[in-house]
Antibody, heavy 120, light 110 residues
Framework: QVQLQESGPGLVKPSQTLSLICTVS??????????WSWIRQHPGKGLEWIGY???????YYNPSLKSRVTISIDTSKNQFSLMLNSVTAADTAVYYC????????????WGPGTLVTVSS | QSALTQPRSVSGSPGQSVTISCTGT?????????VSWYQQHPDKAPKLVIY???KRPSGVPDRFSGSKSGNTASLTISGLQAEDEADYHC??????????FGGGTKLTVL
């Protein structure tokens, strides 16, 4: 059974960089066949796709966030990461990591999510 | 890219059927058969209930069904049960390796 778990600071100051890690267990992140995604949800709102990375390191981002986002992968640790720079209060959200099988177009496994608040 | 359009809320009584719509454009919903639906209970992560417009993951009851016509996809839940009360989010591939979500719909079981 694949499991994903987000980790990182729950509080980030404005203008700083939000950094989160997603640890994958129960399967190898290096096995291919999956995109590894970051998705966020503002309080009381819908979901927003941030981007995803393939095991090879190819990345794809939401055009509206592309200038501030970096997603990376560490296959040796079975982890992938999110960095979002120059954050503002508008980046306060629950951040989820998820797995999307290639050619399926949907995320079948999700982490529980982690709330990140941007505040001084 | 704009978010897909969903009704803010829908409701139905136990045993009834409800349908939630998700409207996009020819660049997303209408252009690809990669529409998915997620169920989300309060303070929980989303759970996949429909993918590739009509397919159900293993373990999802056949009361959940999906369809698409033109630029609008729909999720139908038949035989409503109390545990179906949740938020439902649609999602579509939008080309160039990008993904769009809808704003979410709150389903109330009366």
């Amino acid at each position: 059974q694949v499991q994903l778990q987000e980790s990182g600071p729950g509080l980030v100051k404005p203008s700083q960089t939000l950094s989160l890690i997603c640890t994958v267990s129960g399967g190898s992140i290096n096995s291919g066949g999956y995109y590894w995604s970051w998705i966020r949800q503002h309080p009381g709102k819908g979901l927003e796709w941030i981007g995803y990375i393939f095991y090879s390191g190819n990345t794809y981002y939401n055009p509206s966030l592309k200038s501030r986002v970096t997603i990376s992968i560490d296959t040796s640790k079975n982890q992938f990461s999110l960095m979002l720079n120059s954050v503002t209060a508008a980046d306060t959200a629950v951040y989820y990591c998820a797995r999307e099988p290639v050619f399926v177009g949907a995320s079948d496994y999700w982490g529980p999510g982690t709330l990140v608040t941007v505040s001084s | 890219q704009s978010a897909l359009t969903q009704p803010r809320s829908v409701s139905g009584s136990p045993g009834q059927s409800v349908t939630i719509s998700c409207t996009g454009t020819t660049s997303d919903v209408g252009g690809y058969n990669y529409v998915s639906w997620y169920q989300q209970h309060p303070d929980k992560a989303p759970k996949l209930v429909i993918y590739d417009v009509t397919k159900r993951p293993s373990g999802v009851p056949d009361r959940f069904s999906g369809s698409k016509s033109g630029n609008t996809a729909s999720l139908t839940i038949s035989g409503l049960q109390a545990e179906d009360e949740a938020d439902y989010h649609c999602c579509s591939y939008a080309g160039s390796y990008t993904v769009l979500f809808g704003g979410g719909t709150k389903l109330t079981v009366l």
